[in-house]
């Protein structure tokens, strides 16, 4: 190429004449360049790479959405593992072990939809036809109808069904099913009489039935008092059993409100709001003192009332339970009140004195519902809370130790209480959701979470140890 200026040769791509220095143009010139066309002269085609890959956009996009969609999935699962198990009824639990008393070595519980479940030891039929299955996994009890109350003794249980029948199982030695049977059980102690099937007591018309260790009574829609079973200790409340029948009638056709059976003592609460009490009497668990000795022989007798007797107090009660040697009841504006024995603090007070009168238990709240074990109550109070006192060598205060206290302690529990019942050295509560949580003596499986262990603090039943619902055998 020429300078266009000086017409000196200039190497190809320099940018300036190397004789006179003149700058080109691209076009070859001296001075600026040309102007660009305007773009509606001349058409600017953009090269292949700046152009939109729509394809690879939308590609992209759709691979973002899968990764967000995939560890929203993901975390969700993962959350759904970590959940808390839990139990599976055949309907929501809503009572366990009836209302006064829990059973020895067993538990009962009490569906919406009127089934029975039952757990722990079976040795006498007590959880019905469900001999051989593994020790605290809850098992449907096989009964006809449906049923809205129940409460489990020392080795039997009865319920009332929606027709106001009574239907019982388990050992009856004293007759205490309210039926004669053919079956025996064989134990470690020998053949004793049993039903492996409910069998229908001898009432009709029934509001409620409570069990003691080896005695029943049920209160009937009259409001009078039927009793059956062992009268050993004056707790049928009659002076002699009658012949031909298994039914007796305490105090003949006194009209009462409530009735509780303790193991062998029987308390029940009056129109009026007092209590009468009959049976064994050796800590003053009938309210009052007495003169007169029970027992199948004279080397057995002990101090007894076979007949009712007004407790010595002005408290007027409108919940009763009954325990092994003592009694605690709810007074009319929801105080709890013990009487008998207090060895091991199940009277609620610091004191360990035994008391023949009703002592108010320490701490001035107000419950709902009381239960009470042998030698321990426990107390629900309308807002859910749980608390109990006195004897704690198993765990039964639920206190996660295992020292007495005669002062009631509060129940961790994950969730209000509507329901509480306690049995000989265990308790249970129906929570919100509902679940069913127990603690205390275990060695029979009477918790319900699959083990032979107690346990100091609530454990939920019909969940194992490995945190899994149980299936039902």
């Known amino acids: 190429m020429n300078c266009p200026k000086c ?27 040309h102007p660009r066309p305007h773009p509606h002269h001349e058409m600017h085609i953009a090269p292949l790479s700046e152009r939109t890959n729509w394809f690879g956009r939308i590609l992209g996009g759709f691979l973002v959405v899968c990764v967000i969609a995939g560890g929203i999935f993901g975390f969700l699962k993962w959350k759904e593992g970590r959940k808390e198990p839990v139990a599976v009824w055949p309907s929501p639990p809503r009572a366990v072990a009836g209302l006064p008393t829990g059973g020895l070595n ?56 929606n027709d106001g029948s009574v239907l019982c199982w388990g050992a009856n030695l004293f007759g205490q099913l309210g039926a004669v049977t053919s079956t025996e059980c064989v134990t470690v102690r020998g053949r004793i009489p049993c039903a492996l099937l409910p ?13 003691g260790a080896d005695h029943s ?81 004279m080397a057995t007798r002990a101090p007894c009332s076979p007949a009712p007797l007004t ?31 207090n060895r091991a603090g199940q009277l609620g007070v610091a004191s360990l004195a035994a008391s023949s009168v009703p002592v108010a238990v320490d701490g001035g709240r107000r419950y709902d519902e009381i239960t009470s074990g042998m030698d321990f109550s426990c107390a629900r109070t309308a807002e859910g809370t749980v608390w109990c006192w006195g004897s704690n060598s198993a765990g039964q205060i639920g206190a996660a130790d295992s020292t007495d206290h005669p002062t009631p302690v509060q ?20 929570v919100q959701g509902p679940r069913i949580f127990c603690w205390g003596s275990g060695m029979e499986g009477q918790l319900g979470n699959g083990r032979r262990a107690d346990s100091r603090s609530p454990v939920e039943a019909g969940v194992d140890v490995g945190g899994q619902p149980m299936p039902r055998p």
């Open 7 to 33: 017409n000196a040769q200039i190497p190809d791509n320099s940018p300036n004449c190397p004789k006179c220095g003149a700058v080109l143009a691209a076009n070859g010139h001296t001075g600026t360049p």
């Open 106 to 161: 067993h538990t009962c519980a009490l569906t919406e939809s009127g089934t029975i479940l039952c757990w722990g030891n079976s040795e006498l039929g007590q959880l019905a036809d469900t001999i051989g299955a593994p020790a605290g996994v809850p098992c449907a009890v096989c009964t006809q109808g449906q049923f809205t109350q129940l409460d489990a003794g020392g080795n039997h249980t009865c319920a009332r069904r």
């Open 199 to 211: 069998v229908e007591a001898p009432v009709q018309r029934i509001a409620s039935v409570s069990v």
């Open 217 to 297: 009574c049920a209160l009937g829609a009259d409001s009078t008092i039927t009793c059956w079973g062992s009268d050993y200790r004056g707790q049928l409340g009659v002076t002699s059993m009658p012949r031909g029948t298994m039914a007796v009638h305490p105090a003949g056709n006194a009209k009462y409100a409530a009735v509780s059976t303790g193991q062998y003592h029987t308390c029940a609460i009056r129109p009026n709001g007092t209590v009468q009490c009959w049976g064994l009497n050796t800590s003053g668990q009938l309210g009052a003192r007495t003169t007169a000795q029970c027992g199948p022989t």
């Open 311 to 341: 407790i010595q107090s002005t408290v007027r009660f409108k919940a009763i339970a009954s325990g092994g040697d003592h009694t605690c009841g709810l007074n009319t504006d929801g105080e709890a009140w013990c009487w008998g024995t």
């Open 411 to 430: 129940v961790t529990l994950p969730a209000p209480a509507l329901s509480i019942g306690a049995g000989t050295a265990h308790a249970c509560a129906v």
